[in-house]
């Protein structure tokens, strides 16, 4: 189908420095206050709504309605993953993840987390355990005590810090410096099993923009090179593979409103009710909040200008 492209208005300041007459110049001053970096913008081809839960975030639909994105300003963000309550398996848990106070009251949206870890389909380490092996070569969710969330792969654009809490493994990635990773050869189970044993599936995935953004993607019923050309479409240049299957992808805004939190999933197709991630889940997921310092987001997968390009749910 054909893509409409809409202009985003991103707001910039330009500062112009002029030079003083004569042979000397002036003494810069320094300023008073750190400077901040500016609120990225969401950016064509696909059609960018900011969401009120929060100006750093944007939601965008495309074919038809079964495909639908969350972009996120990781300058203005912070994420918290909370392990789930049977997956990933033998996870340890502290006291602030059994107590949803801990993340709802700042909750401005969230998202579902990775397969099963009897899947072997990539390793998991939370807060000092190494619950199965980190691989290299595997598309990798790290995120630290900053708050800040990593993209990439293993052992070449990421590697453990001190300050990593939680490192998320899922299969080689799915877009890799803008270039789709599906091949004509790939079987049935080559991007996670499907019910049934088909191509067709629920699926999500997160990518990360040249400019650092970070894109979440929920896809209805959408082959592996559909999800990973639709991420593309929306300007990641790298994505990793999230869950999939029936209701286990999942991902949702929230607004604070008089003293209560009304959440919202950003696609009609996701099969479950926001409060899913108010509480302890079954599954690890992701929970976002507005930063109170913002910070300047990196990204080694990150690497060039993205390309426009026409993408099909399938």
């Given at each position: 189908?054909?893509?409409?492209?809409?202009?985003?208005?991103?707001?910039?300041?330009?500062?112009?420095?002029?030079?003083?007459?004569?042979?000397?110049?002036?003494?810069?001053?320094?300023?008073?206050?750190?400077?901040?970096?500016?609120?990225?913008?969401?950016?064509?081809?696909?059609?960018?709504?900011?969401?009120?839960?929060?100006?750093?975030?944007?939601?965008?639909?495309?074919?038809?309605?079964?495909?639908?994105?969350?972009?996120?300003?990781?300058?203005?963000?912070?994420?918290?993953?909370?392990?789930?309550?049977?997956?990933?398996?033998?996870?340890?848990?502290?006291?602030?993840?059994?107590?949803?106070?801990?993340?709802?009251?700042?909750?401005?949206?969230?998202?579902?987390?990775?397969?099963?870890?009897?899947?072997?389909?990539?390793?998991?380490?939370?807060?000092?355990?190494?619950?199965?092996?980190?691989?290299?070569?595997?598309?990798?969710?790290?995120?630290?005590?900053?708050?800040?969330?990593?993209?990439?792969?293993?052992?070449?654009?990421?590697?453990?810090?001190?300050?990593?809490?939680?490192?998320?493994?899922?299969?080689?990635?799915?877009?890799?410096?803008?270039?789709?990773?599906?091949?004509?050869?790939?079987?049935?189970?080559?991007?996670?099993?499907?019910?049934?044993?088909?191509?067709?599936?629920?699926?999500?995935?997160?990518?990360?923009?040249?400019?650092?953004?970070?894109?979440?993607?929920?896809a209805h019923r959408a082959s592996p090179e559909g999800l990973?050309?639709?991420?593309?479409?929306?300007?990641?240049?790298?994505?990793?593979?999230?869950?999939?299957?029936?209701?286990?992808?999942?991902?949702?805004?929230?607004?604070?409103?008089?003293?209560?939190?009304?959440?919202?999933?950003?696609?009609?197709?996701?099969?479950?009710?926001?409060?899913?991630?108010?509480?302890?889940?079954?599954?690890?997921?992701?929970?976002?909040?507005?930063?109170?310092?913002?910070?300047?987001?990196?990204?080694?997968?990150?690497?060039?200008?993205?390309?426009?390009?026409?993408?099909?749910?399938?």
């Amino acid at each position: 189908m054909r893509h409409r492209i809409t202009n985003v208005i991103g707001a910039g300041v330009v500062a112009i420095a002029l030079a003083a007459c004569g042979s000397t110049a002036p003494t810069p001053t320094a300023p008073t206050t750190p400077r901040q970096p500016a609120p990225l913008a969401p950016q064509p081809p696909v059609r960018w709504k900011r969401s009120p839960a929060s100006p750093y975030l944007a939601v965008g639909t495309t074919n038809h309605g079964y495909v639908s994105f969350l972009w996120m300003d990781p300058t203005h963000l912070q994420y918290r993953f909370i392990p789930g309550t049977q997956w990933p398996e033998g996870s340890p848990h502290t006291k602030a993840d059994r107590r949803p106070s801990s993340w709802t009251s700042t909750i401005v949206a969230a998202f579902d987390g990775g397969f099963k870890l009897t899947d072997h389909t990539g390793g998991y380490y939370y807060r000092g355990h190494e619950v199965s092996p980190l691989r290299d070569g595997l598309a990798s969710l790290a995120v630290r005590s900053d708050g800040s969330l990593h993209l990439g792969v293993w052992g070449r654009d990421l590697h453990m810090t001190k300050d990593t809490i939680a490192v998320r493994q899922n299969l080689p990635p799915i877009l890799d410096n803008g270039v789709v990773q599906t091949s004509p050869s790939d079987g049935p189970n080559t991007w996670g099993h499907a019910i049934r044993n088909t191509l067709w599936a629920n699926r999500s995935a997160l990518g990360v923009t040249a400019d650092g953004a970070l894109i979440f993607i929920f896809a209805h019923r959408a082959s592996p090179e559909g999800l990973a050309r639709e991420l593309r479409f929306a300007g990641a240049r790298f994505g990793m593979v999230l869950d999939m299957n029936g209701t286990w992808p999942a991902v949702y805004v929230y607004q604070h409103t008089g003293g209560h939190i009304v959440g919202k999933a950003i696609n009609a197709y996701v099969g479950r009710p926001p409060s899913s991630y108010l509480q302890p889940y079954s599954k690890d997921f992701i929970a976002v909040r507005e930063r109170t310092t913002p910070a300047t987001p990196t990204s080694a997968a990150a690497t060039a200008t993205p390309a426009a390009s026409g993408a099909t749910n399938g």
